[in-house]
């Protein structure tokens, strides 16, 4: 009986310890289970590994009440059933083996392109995070949904214990830009702290004679309702002079309890409360949505892969494509009722460019990273220092579509 109880508990423990949290950083790009195919090879594992610990557990005593013949009849159903759903397991794990290799591979392909297409040498290190957020540990939160856990590797990752990256002036500063958001405004897919896109947006106003504060907020897979219990818990305690909200494509790709229009309704009615807090608060308001590769008029042969395994019937193309706009004009307007409110539309910053950039939907390397944050400089210097003289001007510019007060 002692020896039942214990292999009862190691299958119970296998089930609970290999959970969705626990494999998160393997499986997703993210660092969050949910948003892959894997949950529901991991669900189902879990589900089997429970049902025979319970079973070893129980079923012994229950026994010694049956007949032998209701006992051989039980173990022969029970057999086939265990066979069966391990046989379904089987598959299941097959298939996330081949999406997980499948989507690794092509992510590093992706990533490594977007240097050899230019005729440079790709960091030997990889991305600061690693390929599929694989040095980052996401734990649940009460408030947040998830956060990453606190890590500290001198010039390459360092965020601390309640979730924030510095750059800029620790002290002295004239303006405090607090930027929130998910993956892409958390820097992810840059190769050192310095080539992340918000360095490059304080290096920038530097040059301009500024000294700038930024405080970035982010984590991956963050949606508008993160964003928002994440500024009201954790960002106005910074006492920013600014926000800057980038983000736009999870609403789109997360929120599957909408349909894709009620996921721009849902976003957009998060976004005015985000403002509307941020107002209350005294804040500037700097909405910008996020560069996609949807939006790329010629995509490369690694570009139009990352596609195929990235979209779903749910998540089109046509569909990301047919939602974008609505989150643009809902954004202007959110921006047009509100003087202290301002939005950029990075979300064709990337459209004109022949050579591979993204490494996913939304992720970007050193060279998109440099140009989004050119581009930042130059629309959020008139905005955070209005007695400015001029535009900022860099290599990464191009022309775009203005910002929209």
């Not at 994440?230 to 600014?242: Q, V």
């Amino acid at each position: 009986m002692k020896s039942n109880k214990i292999l009862s508990c190691v299958f119970i423990g296998i089930a609970l310890v290999f959970n969705e949290w626990s494999l998160a950083r393997v499986l997703s790009p993210d660092g969050r289970i949910e948003t892959t195919v894997h949950r529901i090879t991991i669900y189902h594992l879990q589900a089997l590994f429970l049902i025979v610990g319970f079973l070893i557990l129980i079923v012994p005593g229950r026994l010694k009440l049956w007949s032998p013949v209701q006992r051989r009849a039980f173990f022969r159903r029970l057999l086939v059933a265990i066979g069966l759903a391990s046989l379904g397991g089987v598959f299941l794990a097959h298939q996330s083996y081949i999406h997980l290799n499948a989507g690794l591979r092509i992510n590093k392909v992706a990533w490594i392109a977007t240097y050899t297409d230019r005729g440079l040498i790709p960091p030997p290190e990889g991305p600061r995070s690693g390929y599929w957020v694989s040095r980052m540990q996401s734990v649940p939160h009460p408030d947040l949904g998830w956060v990453y856990r606190p890590i500290q590797i001198p010039g390459v990752l360092e965020v601390d214990e309640n979730g924030f990256q510095y750059v800029g002036f620790a002290d002295g500063w004239d303006q405090h830009l607090l930027i929130v958001g998910g993956s892409v405004a958390f820097g992810i897919y840059a190769s050192e702290q310095a080539k992340t896109y918000f360095s490059v947006l304080a290096n920038r106003l530097e040059i301009r004679g500024h000294r700038p504060r930024l405080s970035i907020l982010t984590t991956g897979a963050w949606c508008s309702r993160h964003e928002l219990a994440a500024l009201r818990l954790r960002g106005l305690s910074k006492k920013p002079d600014a926000l800057l909200l980038l983000d736009g494509l999870n609403d789109l790709v997360f929120e599957k309890a909408f349909p894709p229009e009620g996921r721009v309704q849902f976003y957009l009615d998060n976004v005015c409360k985000i403002r509307d807090i941020a107002r209350d608060a005294g804040l500037k308001v700097i909405l910008v949505l996020q560069p996609s590769i949807t939006e790329k008029t010629t995509l490369t042969k690694t570009e139009s892969r990352l596609l195929e395994l990235m979209t779903t019937a749910e998540n089109s193309l046509s569909v990301l494509n047919a939602c974008i706009p609505g989150m643009r004009a809902g954004l202007a307007r959110l921006a047009a009722e509100d003087p202290g409110t301002w939005f950029i539309d990075l979300s064709g910053l990337f459209a004109d460019e022949k050579l591979s950039t993204f490494t996913d939907l939304w992720h970007l390397s050193d060279m998109g990273h440099a140009r989004l944050g050119e581009r930042l400089a130059h629309e959020v210097e008139p905005i955070l220092f209005p007695d400015s003289v001029g535009p900022v001007q860099g290599q990464g510019d191009r022309e775009l579509e203005p910002s929209t007060r």
